[in-house]
């Protein structure tokens, strides 16, 4: 479909197309179950889950929303758990049953919980007794009928998880109390309908599995309605991106990214699943010194992250410490991979960081850069196969080769649509491309790059300032730890460039760090200001949110 030179040019990439080899997400788990049956599937917290006990907890799930519930084909369940065992519990129940999922972050407060669960029409919630204090605030103005908790330790053990919830609840009082009437114990669901038979729901390409919520290029935060046949093309994608580097049921892939975003989502939980790898989930990656202790007990193949993930972990002496002769796959998304960052990693670990780039909207992969040292650090990579990708000027006329212009994307992986927003799809939508709200440039041999986010371009004296160059400069300064930049309007409407610094070195001044700018970039890009903090505001996957620095 791409017209790309670097097809012709680099053939060995990737196929030029290829057609999903199923209909729907229900297929790759089951097949994989029969696969992969008695090795492990998923661990978290050194407690580990076979393919089989995954699949005989998803039963008795099934088995509960069809003879305990009013709960229907296309109903959406909200989930909102970080990364836990029952989380791909959750996740594969749902699908399975014919449900739609509804990805929640715990950490939402009530309102943001509210404007969610009611423009996705949740029908049920399964959530963490954590937050369920939150929950039970909005409850009544909401369609939810079924109200499912869970604790932390459900599923570590009788001994283990009765201890885990011992400590959390009564020694660092992590759970406020609530009072949600006829709310119903996942532990109790899963022993009270082990064994019993479950109903076999038809499912298509079009059927919709995901309402994935995202701010998206406009306004107020949607569903992205994702369907089986999106799912299942971006894991088609990935596999023939992976080819042969990847060995069936040997994998060990680190997720640390909460399963509830789309990148762990669709490359950790399910493309990973098909391969038969056994899925480490981190419950807190915060917690780094116990998140490396976590990677020091499993000699991990695979690892994806942000930028400020690699960044804090290599920042950690005992993750300088590993052993990383495993390590054959890290992959950074969800932001921009910093070149200094990219090159510390290689230096330490001897694994390549590739960097990879999509969205919700596109399930999320929508191009990637290639293995075997065909890799260009800075860049986002080659389009995935059938995925057309245009650079747009304001007037949606392509620019010439190297110039910036918006990002748009054509491809299977592309979302049906806004969940009951026709207009803001129509805006996101030009013909058949996706307008990711993203200015990026194509070179000559067709790897992209991303300039910057359309909205968050600083206007200085009449020309274009991306925060992204800003920052990637100030970031090759060794006293930096972590930088944000923003633009600032003085009196007079103009704008100039702040820069939000997190020192690595406290000598680190103002002063040095506008020099230094000086010898990177040119005049009107340099920051005026410059402002230390002893943190950044993030995302919940660590994504430095510029619109919060102050």
């Known amino acids: 479909m791409s017209k790309f030179p670097w097809l012709e040019s680099y053939p060995d990439f990737v196929p030029k197309t290829t057609e999903t080899n199923y209909q729907n997400i229900v297929e790759i788990y089951e097949q ?42 296309g109903d959406k369940v909200a989930l909102q758990m970080p990364n836990l065992l029952q989380y791909p519990v959750a996740i594969f129940a749902c699908l399975k049953a014919g449900l739609v999922i509804v990805n929640t972050n715990p950490l939402y407060t009530s309102d943001e919980m509210l404007h969610q669960y009611k423009d996705s029409g949740a029908k049920a919630v399964i959530i963490v007794e954590n937050f369920a204090y939150n929950l039970e605030k909005i409850l009544s103005k909401t369609e939810i009928q079924t109200v499912i908790t869970t604790t932390i330790g459900d599923m570590l053990g009788t001994v283990k998880g009765g201890i885990v919830n011992f400590v959390i609840r009564k020694v660092k009082k992590m759970v406020p109390s609530y009072s949600i009437s006829n709310c119903v114990k996942l532990k109790n669901i899963l022993k009270e309908n082990s064994g019993k038979k479950v109903e076999t729901i038809e499912l298509n390409k079009d059927d919709t599995a995901f309402l994935q919520y995202t701010g998206g290029t406009t306004g107020v935060s949607k ?71 976590d990677l020091k007990k ?58 990879a780039y999509g969205l919700s909207e596109t399930s999320p992969a929508a191009t990637i850069n290639p293995w075997n040292g065909q890799h260009k650090i800075g860049s986002i990579g080659l389009p995935l196969p059938n995925t057309d990708i245009k650079i747009l000027d304001d007037d949606m006329k392509e620019v010439e080769t190297g110039s910036p212009g918006e990002i748009a994307i054509k491809g ?24 990711t709200g993203d200015v990026g440039t194509m070179d000559e041999k067709g790897f992209f790059k991303i300039v910057d986010r359309k909205k968050e371009m600083i206007l200085v004296s009449g020309f274009n300032v991306y925060p992204n160059d800003v920052e990637k400069a100030i970031s090759e300064n060794s006293k930096v730890l972590e930088v944000g930049v923003r633009g600032e309007k ?17 000598s680190l001044t103002e002063e040095e760090v506008i020099e230094f700018c000086r010898t990177k970039l040119t005049n ?24 919060l620095l102050d």
């Open 32 to 73: 994989s179950i029969l696969k992969f049956g008695s090795k492990v599937a998923y661990k978290n917290m050194d407690v580990e889950l076979t393919f089989n006990d995954l699949d005989k907890h998803v039963n008795s799930l099934i088995s509960f929303f069809q003879n305990k519930t009013n709960l229907k084909k």
């Open 223 to 293: 569903g992205a309605e994702l369907t089986h046949g999106n799912i299942c093309a971006n894991v088609s994608q990935v596999e023939a991106w992976i080819g042969e580097n990847m060995n069936e049921g040997e994998e060990i892939i680190i997720t640390a990214l909460p399963l509830y975003h789309i990148f762990a989502l669709t490359a950790n939980c399910l493309t990973f699943f098909r391969y038969g790898a056994k899925n480490v989930l981190i419950t807190n990656p915060r917690d780094m010194p116990k998140f490396c202790a």
């Open 298 to 355: 499993n000699p991990f193949t695979a690892i994806t992250g942000v930028n400020t993930l690699f960044i804090g972990l290599m920042n950690q002496e005992s993750f300088r410490n590993l052993d990383f002769k495993d390590l054959k796959l890290a992959l950074g998304g969800g932001m921009a991979v910093q070149d200094v960052v990219a090159h510390e990693w290689k230096e330490l670990t001897g694994c390549v960081l590739l960097e």
């Open 412 to 435: 299977p992986q592309v979302m049906k649509g806004y969940w009951q927003r026709p207009e803001e799809t129509s805006k996101s939508m030009h013909g058949e491309y996706f307008l």
């Open 490 to 506: 003085k009196d007079d409407g103009s704008e100039f460039v702040r820069a939000f610094i997190v020192k690595k070195d406290p």
């Open 524 to 547: 009107y890009k340099v920051p005026k200001s410059v402002s230390f903090r002893n943190e950044l505001p993030k995302s919940n996957v660590g994504k430095i949110l510029r619109r």
